[in-house]
């Protein structure tokens, strides 16, 4: 049972490239969240998937998309990478009942030279 | 807009001391809180819910109240050990309905020394 696994682990981008985060559940859980952490500002949710075939944008979306691809994954995509997106990207998912605790992955370690 | 405030300065502290932390929101009428660790290199850990309607909740040697009144959550660990090092994040819901969106404070860093 491995939780929430997030690939990969670190990744160096140059301006205007793109990638996408992979994000994988084994929980069953309905909900899925990708947030980003930066020093001194806390967790900052970017998108989020209540269910299955579903997906909006929370706090931080500007530069990002989102593919619910099935109940288990929940990628996250910069098409143009820009320095301010260097951060820590966590994949978390939950039940998606109001309270439900959130489960993270160990996160991406990005930067963008 | 909404506001989480944690103390962004390092509790450190004697092992066997309590240590409390501080949680305090503006413009938030929240339904539940939460508290989560994390160690460094590493993904948050959830450790306790509190609903608006509970004074108190204790798991173990941590215990966290909720004053709705004050908008403010303290989370205390007694009897603190060196594993206690961690930063610790207090998360509240942003939304009413189902989906469980939380936000998250910056976190307060403990350090318990032998």
């Known amino acids: 049972n491995a939780g929430v696994t997030q690939t990969p682990k670190f990744q160096v981008l140059k301006t205007g490239q793109s990638m996408t985060l992979q994000c994988a559940q084994d929980m069953n859980h309905n909900s899925m969240y990708w947030y980003r952490q930066d020093p001194g500002m806390g967790l900052r949710l970017i998108y989020y998937?209540?269910?299955?075939?579903?997906?909006d944008k929370g706090e931080v979306p500007n530069g990002y998309n989102v593919s619910r691809l099935n109940k288990r994954e929940f990628s996250l995509r910069l098409e143009s990478a820009a320095p301010s997106q260097t951060s820590v990207y966590f994949c978390?998912?939950?039940?998606?009942?109001?309270?439900?605790?959130?489960?993270f992955g160990n996160g991406t370690r990005l930067t963008v030279t | 807009s909404q506001k989480i405030e944690q103390n962004s300065e390092a509790l450190n502290i004697q092992e066997g001391k309590t240590a409390t932390l501080t949680c305090n929101y503006t413009?938030?009428?929240?339904?539940?809180l939460q508290w989560y660790r994390q160690d460094p290199g590493r993904g948050p850990v959830f450790l306790l819910l509190i609903r608006e309607n509970e004074k108190e909740k204790r798991k173990e040697r941590l215990k966290v109240t909720f004053d709705t009144t004050l908008k403010q959550s303290l989370f205390h660990i007694t009897a603190s050990q060196p594993a206690d090092s961690a930063t610790y994040l207090c998360?509240?819901?942003?939304?009413?309905?189902?989906?469980?969106?939380?936000?998250f404070g910056a976190g307060t860093q403990v350090v318990v020394t032998p």
């Open positions: 413009n938030y009428s929240p339904a539940y």
């Open positions: 998937s209540a269910s299955e075939g579903t997906t």
């Open positions: 978390a998912s939950s039940q998606g009942t109001g309270s439900s605790p959130l489960h």
């Open positions: 998360a509240l819901d942003m939304t009413t309905d189902s989906w469980g969106k939380l936000q």
